[in-house]
């Protein structure tokens, strides 16, 4: 297959320590390698998301900082930490965290759920993007993330998973709104949803792997065979470099 010439980045890889996310920094690359990736966004494993969350800040900071830029390092703070998130958020920044991840489904809330206003707050206050994991439960829904953006105006979110296939027939009106602070990814999106959606917001979908639950050599040739080829270059980097904040 013809490999677009333009940056490529993947918007979620997982360095997890356990089960189907237990990946090496040393293999992710490879598999960039492989796939033509420039680039990866590096979040931790759901224990760290969930629990251990200094720690797994630290480690994914650690492995980025030794990567010569090819690794974005995100980070994570369960919002039920209360007093202690702002800490903890400051310190994952310090230490080099760059995208702000929330997953209700491990932590213990929804995407609209008032808990987690103070560390949103936070990383908007402080120019964070942030990534949301949508859930195969209620817990992360397509219609959750609106209320969650449409709070804080002055954020940039992205909807991980493409809103999961689960909420397809409610992913499209969300599309339709095009909220200037909202991109998506394309992570687990079936073809049929994935081509709908590339079609209906091109400007605002990102390649997302998944890996190492997904193949990324797979998934990027999965996603060249389903979108418009005149969408490919934004989807696969220049969408998620906007919502790093790389165009301002």
Not at 101 to 126: N, T
């Amino acid at each position: 297959m013809t490999r677009s010439a333009s940056r490529v980045c993947d918007a979620y890889c997982t360095l997890g320590l356990a089960r189907d996310e237990k990946q090496s920094a040393a293999d992710l690359l490879l598999g960039m390698d492989r796939a033509g990736v420039d680039a990866a966004l590096i979040a931790p494993g759901s224990e760290e998301l969930a629990v251990h969350n200094r720690a797994g800040n630290r480690r994914i900071a650690a492995i980025a900082a030794s990567a010569q830029g090819r690794l974005i390092p995100a980070f994570s703070v369960n919002p039920w930490r209360g007093a202690e998130a702002v800490d903890l958020l400051r310190e994952a920044v310090d230490e080099g965290g760059r995208v702000l991840i929330l997953a209700p489904h491990r932590q213990g809330c929804h995407l609209g759920d008032p808990v987690a206003d103070p560390v949103v707050d936070w990383a908007v206050s402080h120019n964070i993007p942030i990534y949301a994991h949508a859930s195969p439960s209620s817990s992360g829904t397509p219609s959750q993330m609106f209320l969650l953006v449409e709070r804080f105006p002055g954020g940039r979110f992205l909807l991980g998973r493409g809103g999961t296939t689960d909420y397809a027939s409610d992913m499209l009106p969300l599309l339709r709104l095009k909220l200037p602070n909202l991109w998506f990814d394309t992570g687990f999106v079936r073809p049929s949803a994935l081509r709908a959606y590339a079609e209906e917001a091109p400007g605002r979908m990102c390649f997302a792997s998944c890996a190492p639950q997904n193949a990324m050599g797979l998934e990027r040739d999965l996603l060249e065979e389903s979108v418009n080829p005149g969408h490919l270059s934004a989807i696969l980097g220049g969408n998620f470099l906007q919502f790093l904040g790389h165009d301002r």
